[in-house]
């Protein structure tokens, strides 16, 4: 079995994301690992590309880098905890994010969660800063960043492990979250939600060549923008479905997030030869964003915990908006061509 397949076993199949030889076993019961990206990256549109990155027509060093730390301590068989930090893209080193912080308790087949739980909306969602763990540079922000770049929530969780038969498992999960205010900030404005309410399922099939998603999120919700208030309260219905399969050495995959704002999609194409990948995603926005954009890319693994990406994508912005820009493009440019080189690593 190839790198990149080992790897992504280990995301899926583990709660904590990390493979045990990159994990610091500090004693029988508790263990430590963490993640990182660091990136050199340019559009050529001097209009910022991309929620929390706002990358422009000149070299950034910074806009994607990305380190977190996780700690893990099993009390007994059945209770553990688990913490993430993660210095996110946006984020300052000296103001980290607390991704996830729970406490859970397994029996049979089921796993309670409770406390900050990452959101299940996609097929990366559980794994959304491990640049190691995917494919390309960075997950397709036309379905990953469709939500605001919205990662986590204060709830609770209870998953279903189902074993269908030796090479079929099911897993669903429903949530429900506590209320939460949210502030995502868009190049000059500060944009505020008030979440009143939050829950959903997830559900996924899995077996050992081809993983199917689905999920959906009912929320209720006000915004504002610089305290301005600009949405009273409202009710979105976000579902979202994804499929990956691999055929030997060739992985298909494809996600879709649907609501009354969104019908955003994208489809990815890799081929592994030997400790090269090369990959290409096609992607689509609509109603609320408006774009499509290709990327071509290969990726390299130096060795199972650290890898490199190499890549060219091409966006534009339809319709007269912003797509994937941060703001509307300058003198009407509304296409950008970005070049990406990143380092991803585990530990």
């Known amino acids: 079995m190839n790198t990149l397949n080992n790897c992504f076993i280990v995301a899926t199949l583990s709660t904590i994301t990390f493979s045990s030889n990159a994990r610091i076993e500090l004693s029988d019961n508790l263990s430590i690992s963490g993640f990182g990206s660091t990136s050199v990256t340019q559009s050529n549109n001097k209009t910022p590309l991309y929620l929390n990155r706002e990358i422009i027509d000149e070299i950034c060093y910074d806009c994607d880098t990305t380190f977190g730390l996780q700690g893990d301590v099993n009390f007994t068989d059945n209770f553990n905890a688990s913490v993430q930090v993660v210095k996110r893209p946006q984020d300052d080193w000296s103001s980290p994010e607390l991704e996830w912080a729970y406490l859970g308790y397994n029996f049979s087949d089921y796993n309670i969660k409770v406390g900050r739980l990452r959101l299940p909306l996609f097929l990366s969602s559980e794994y959304y800063y491990v640049g190691q763990a995917y494919t390309s540079a960075r997950p397709p922000q036309e379905v990953y960043n469709s939500i605001l770049g919205l990662t986590f929530y204060e709830g609770i969780s209870a998953s279903w492990n189902y074993e269908i038969n030796d090479e079929l498992y099911a897993i669903f999960t429903p949530y429900i979250g506590l209320p939460s205010k949210e502030t995502v ?24 060549d081809y993983r199917i998603m689905l999920s959906y999120a009912h929320t209720k919700y006000s915004a504002a ?21 691999n055929i030997e050495d060739w992985i298909i995959t494809t996600e879709v997030v649907m609501s009354d704002l969104h019908f955003n999609w994208y489809s990815n194409l890799s081929y592994n030869i ?24 290969v990726r390299y693994d130096l060795m199972t915990t650290v890898s490199i990406n190499a890549e060219a994508q091409y966006t534009n912005a339809q319709d007269g908006n912003t797509g ?24």
Do not use: C, R, W
């Not at 505020?192 to 997830?202: C, N, Q, R, S, T």
């Not at 290409?280 to 926005?285: C, G, L, M, P």
């Open 274 to 297: 030997g400790k090269f990948t090369p990959y290409f995603t096609y992607a689509e926005s609509h109603k609320t964003q408006k774009n499509y954009s290709m990327l071509l890319g």
């Open 324 to 347: 994937q820009f941060i703001s509307v493009p300058v003198a009407g440019d509304t296409d950008a061509i970005l070049h990406t080189l990143m380092l991803n690593f585990v530990f």
């Open 185 to 208: 900030e868009l190049g000059p404005y500060e944009y505020e939600l008030d979440v009143k309410e939050i829950a959903g399922l997830y559900s996924e099939l899995s077996s050992f």
């Open 225 to 245: 923008i610089n305290s301005f208030p600009i949405l009273p309260t409202d009710i979105l219905n976000i579902y979202t479905l994804g499929a990956e399969y």
